[in-house]
C-alpha cells in the first residue's frame, strides 16, 4: 500500500494571502494525485484530477503541480470561503489511499 | 446535475449486520464504476470498495474483505453495501461515490453520506 503524506496539518492565512499546501507519496505515482476540499459540514469536493487538471467549475486560483513522490496545490487570493480541510489521494497503486488532510483557516 | 441520495443514519450493534444504499439520477448510471468511502467523525477518508459499471468485478480494502460487500442494480440506479460482522471501529460516515469516468480510482461526486454507529 501507498502512503500518502501530507504538510503541514494546519496552515493559518489571511485573506488575500497564497496557500501552499504539500502531498508526498511513499513510491512514485507518475502523476496520479487527485486533491478535493472538504468544507466544514460538507462532503468532499473533487478540486484537480491527474495532478494539474482542475474539475469543472473549480476556479483558476487553485492550481496542482507536481509528479513522482511530490505535489503542491497552491489557492492564490484566499478567500473566506476556502476554509477546509484539503486531502491529496492516489489512484496509481491499489488500493487508492488518502493523505491525512492540511486544514486550511482563514484568519 | 448528478445527484446521489442516501438512505438514513442507523445504529447498530457489534457483529451486526445492516445495508446501505445510495439511489443515483443525473448521469448513465450503468456507464460509471462506484465506490464507497468512509469517513469516522472527525477523521480522514479510507476507500473500501468499487463495483465496476456492469457489475461483474468488485474490489475491497482488507479491513472490509469478507464482510463487506458492494452491489448495484443498474435497473433501479441504485448502488448498496451491505455490511456484516460490524465492529466498533466501523463507525463512520459511509459516501457513495460516482468514478470521474469509467473507473479512474477518482470521484467527482458523493452522496451526503450515511452515518453508521456501532455501538452496544
Known amino acids: 500500500e501507498f502512503v500518502v503524506t501530507q504538510s503541514p496539518a494546519t496552515l493559518s492565512l489571511s485573506p488575500g494571502e497564497s496557500a501552499t499546501l504539500f502531498c508526498r507519496v511513499s513510491?512514485?505515482?507518475?502523476?496520479?494525485i487527485v486533491w478535493y476540499q472538504q468544507k466544514p459540514g460538507q462532503v468532499p469536493r473533487l478540486l484537480i484530477f491527474?495532478?494539474?487538471n482542475r474539475a469543472t467549475g473549480v476556479p483558476a486560483r487553485f492550481s496542482g503541480t507536481g509528479s513522482g513522490t511530490d505535489f503542491t496545490l497552491t489557492i492564490s487570493s484566499l478567500e473566506p470561503e476556502d476554509l477546509a480541510v484539503y486531502y491529496c489521494?492516489?489512484?496509481?497503486?491499489?488500493?487508492?489511499?488518502f493523505g491525512p488532510g492540511t486544514r486550511l483557516e482563514i484568519k | 446535475e448528478v445527484q446521489l441520495v442516501q438512505s438514513g443514519a442507523v445504529v447498530v450493534q457489534p457483529g451486526g449486520s445492516l445495508r446501505v444504499s445510495c439511489v443515483a439520477s443525473?448521469?448513465?448510471?450503468?456507464?460509471?464504476?462506484m465506490h464507497w468511502v468512509r469517513q469516522p467523525p472527525g477523521k480522514g477518508l479510507e476507500w473500501i470498495a468499487l463495483?465496476?459499471?456492469?457489475?461483474?468485478?468488485?474490489f475491497y480494502v482488507d479491513s472490509v474483505k469478507g464482510r463487506f460487500t458492494i452491489s448495484r442494480d443498474n435497473s433501479e440506479n441504485s448502488l448498496y453495501l451491505q455490511m456484516s460482522s460490524l465492529k466498533t471501529e466501523d463507525t463512520a460516515f459511509y459516501y457513495c461515490?460516482?468514478?470521474?469516468?469509467?473507473?479512474?480510482?477518482?470521484?467527482?461526486?458523493w452522496g451526503r453520506g450515511t452515518l453508521v454507529t456501532v455501538s452496544s
Open positions: 491527474d495532478a494539474s
Open positions: 489521494q492516489q489512484r496509481y497503486n491499489w488500493p487508492p489511499t
Open positions: 513510491q512514485s505515482v507518475t502523476n496520479n
Open positions: 443525473g448521469f448513465n448510471f450503468g456507464a460509471f464504476s
Open positions: 463495483i465496476s459499471g456492469p457489475g461483474d468485478n468488485t
Open positions: 461515490a460516482k468514478d470521474r469516468t469509467g473507473t479512474t480510482w477518482s470521484f467527482d461526486s
